[in-house]
């Protein structure tokens, strides 16, 4: 059985979400938990938000055992751009494009 939580338009680049995923994945619940709330990034504060998400889900939705729940899976892609405009020379304009990153987390039983 696999519970998800999903957080959609995070202002952070998929890339540097991915980076934590890989550390966490396959990993306890609790672990990994710890291992983000060590890691000094803006990423995980983002990720250990949509870990509790999950953890709830389970234990209140489907009365799991948090000992129990591993974190299966992680899917991170790519959200919608903020564009924002960078004036340049002779009245042209170049764009930024602000990413953002769409994340799913599942946990199993």
């Known amino acids: 059985m696999e519970i998800f939580s999903k957080l959609k338009n995070v202002r952070s680049s998929p890339n540097k979400v991915r980076f934590l995923c890989n550390v966490i994945k396959g990993k306890n619940v609790i672990d990994a938990l710890n291992i983000l709330s060590f890691i000094n990034k803006k990423s995980s504060f983002i990720l250990k938000k949509v870990l509790n998400s999950a953890i709830y889900n389970a234990v209140n939705n489907y009365k799991l ?30 764009y930024i494009l602000k990413k953002t990153s769409n994340i799913v987390l599942y946990v199993s039983y």
Request: charged letters at 35%; aromatic letters at 6%.
């Open 65 to 94: 055992k948090l000992t129990l729940l591993k974190v299966s899976k992680i899917l991170v892609d790519k959200g919608s751009f903020m564009k924002r405009v960078f004036p340049r020379a002779k009245g042209r304009v170049n």
